[in-house]
């Protein structure tokens, strides 16, 4: 779903802890969700003017709320490098509301773009209920077949975000308990806010969204101006909000934390722009592929509709890229527009 919410490491970072269960309607969803998440955006820069037309009426003084200055909280230690190495990725999305075309979701693919750019080869994303069973398989076995997964939504304030206790239970971490640090972010920044009465059972909501799982699990604070964490279990899956701004917020927060071998080769992609239809081509760009399949290279076909096809070679020998490259913009009649490190590449 794409509430707020929706990864065996022992290092310390944020506070290790020593777990919780459905749906609704979307509009609900949607509507409990937004009044419990805005807190975690609200001192965070990401935030859009506002384009409502300007009224005649005079503007209301400011309050003393918006007086203060912007909370910034402190970001959890980066350790050093184990030596194990992130190569290969997956993703979980969580969501009825995904499954059922009212959300589109836009999180896998800020994911792919960003693994695409640390060089991590991203092999699977799933889109699955909010079904503690379904969420409990998932992980499991992604985090057997990749050494990062992250899950995105399911981790609000409402009765079906289940994403904590299912991953607790996927990693028997259970049970779920508060977590002190989370809770006192939180609390900081509602103080600054100008929220009406609210009763138990609010709080109580509000609160359910520092209930962690309570084994093998770090707690992981990567962007200063979001109260919110990265949960990640087994040094793995990484849990993480679904509303986009907050995800692509906190993702681009964890990289840091992430093991990325920086002396490993990366690949290299030469880009060929041809404007001969895709159907065309095909057979040229099948035999390219087995010639080519033992050097490791990979030939992509990209067709712009109506306009052209762009035939990607991606390896990690630029020179040899350069060469099929040429073979390839005079079989079919294109030219070469960009060479480099794979998400680098100048423009020829």
């Known amino acids: 779903m794409p509430g707020f919410g929706r990864a065996s490491s022992s290092l310390p ?14 509009a609900a969803r949607l509507s409990t969700v937004s009044t419990h998440l805005q807190a975690a955006a609200a001192s965070s820069t990401m935030s859009q003017p506002s384009r409502a037309t300007a009224t005649a009426a005079a503007p209301a003084p400011p309050s003393p709320q918006s007086q203060l200055p912007p909370i ?13 190495f992130v190569r290969t990725a997956g993703c979980i999305i969580i969501g009825d509301e995904v499954l059922g075309g009212k959300t589109r979701d836009s999180n896998s693919n800020y994911f792919a773009k960003l693994c695409f750019n640390l060089g991590i080869t991203l092999k699977r994303i799933e889109v699955i209920a ?16 990749y050494d990062l997964v992250i899950t995105s939504g399911g981790i609000g304030p409402t009765h079906d975000d289940i994403t904590y206790e299912s991953i607790a239970k996927a990693f028997e971490a259970e049970p779920l308990q508060y977590h002190d640090e989370t809770l006192r972010r939180m609390t900081e920044l509602n103080k600054r806010r100008n929220l009406p009465d609210q009763t138990e059972e609010m709080i109580t909501a509000r609160r359910r969204m520092a209930l962690f ?9 990567p962007t200063p101006t979001l109260w ?11 849990i993480l909000p679904g509303v986009p701004r907050l995800f692509e917020a906190l993702l681009d927060g964890l990289v840091p934390y992430i ?26 760009l099948t ?31 630029l020179d040899a890229l350069k060469k099929y490259g040429d073979e390839v913009a005079k079989e079919l009649d ?5 060479s480099g490190k794979l998400g680098e590449e100048p423009a020829e």
């Open 259 to 284: 093991s990325i071998d920086k002396d490993a080769p990366r690949p290299y992609r030469v880009l060929v722009r041809t404007k001969l239809p895709e159907s065309s081509i095909a057979p040229f």
């Open 13 to 26: 970072l944020g506070r290790i802890i020593s777990s919780s269960s459905t749906t609704s309607t979307a």
């Open 228 to 238: 919110v964490p990265v949960v990640r279990m087994a040094g793995k899956l990484c």
């Open 213 to 221: 799982p309570s084994k093998n699990v770090e707690v992981i604070f």
């Open 334 to 338: 294109g030219e070469i527009i960009a």
């Open 287 to 317: 035999k390219l592929a087995e010639r080519v399949k033992a050097e490791d290279i990979k030939v992509g076909s990209y067709p712009k509709l109506f306009q052209h096809v762009e035939v990607s070679l991606i390896g990690t020998d």
């Open 72 to 84: 910034t909280f402190d970001k959890s230690p980066v350790p050093a490098s184990n030596g194990s």
């Open 130 to 145: 909010d079904d503690t069973d379904e969420i409990v398989e998932a992980a499991r076995r992604m985090t057997e077949q």
